[in-house]
């Protein structure tokens, strides 16, 4: 596969919430970024990823892969759902925000994801104000974290 497939399948497999597969599609040194307070590693993004889809049972991310230059893979996203369970945040000390049944949708974010190998090494999300977890949580009627 080429790495914009490879990512395509990443981007399939978060959609449908395959976190077992997604996990071994990434290196060790694996890192996220962008609409926390700050990166974090593999274990702790396919937790809270886990736990957002739990959470927002009809969570869409909106995926669209744009482009590939050298080993970075370019595209946008941009999530929407509704929050029907509680939200376990606690692993970005963040804790656990209780259902609100209220509906959210963030604005389209740039997304780059790098392919090292065969393996994502990295997703950075070009966070935007009104695209950031505290711009969903804000959405929620919770009231947004400093970061």
Same mark, same amino acid.
């Given at each position: 596969?080429?790495? +914009?497939? @490879? ?9 449908? =919430? ?10 060790? %040194?694996?890192?996220?970024? !962008? $609409?926390?307070?700050?990166? @974090?590693?593999?274990? @702790? ?11 927002? $049972? ?8 744009? !482009?590939?230059? !050298?080993? &970075?893979? +370019? ?10 369970? $509680?939200? %376990?945040?606690?692993?970005? %000390? ?13 604005? @389209? ?5 790098? &392919? ?13 104000? +009104? =695209? %950031? ?10 009231? $947004?974290?400093?970061?």
């Amino acid at each position: 596969m080429n790495k +914009r497939e @490879i990512v395509q399948v990443l981007l399939d497999g978060v959609q449908k =919430g395959e976190f077992k597969h997604i996990e071994t599609m990434l290196t060790d %040194d694996f890192q996220f970024s !962008g $609409p926390i307070p700050a990166p @974090i590693n593999a274990a @702790i993004w396919l937790n809270m990823s886990a736990s957002m889809k739990a959470a927002f $049972p009809d969570l869409h991310y909106h995926f669209k892969v744009i !482009g590939t230059e !050298g080993s &970075v893979v +370019r595209g946008t996203m941009q999530m929407s759902g509704t929050h029907h369970a $509680p939200f %376990d945040l606690s692993a970005v %000390d963040m804790g656990l925000i209780p259902a609100t049944h209220k509906t959210f949708s963030a604005a @389209i974010q740039k997304i780059k994801i790098t &392919v090292t190998g065969e393996k994502i090494s990295s997703w950075v999300v070009e966070s935007t104000d +009104r =695209g %950031d977890l505290n711009a969903v949580l804000g959405q929620l009627g919770v009231t $947004p974290v400093s970061s």
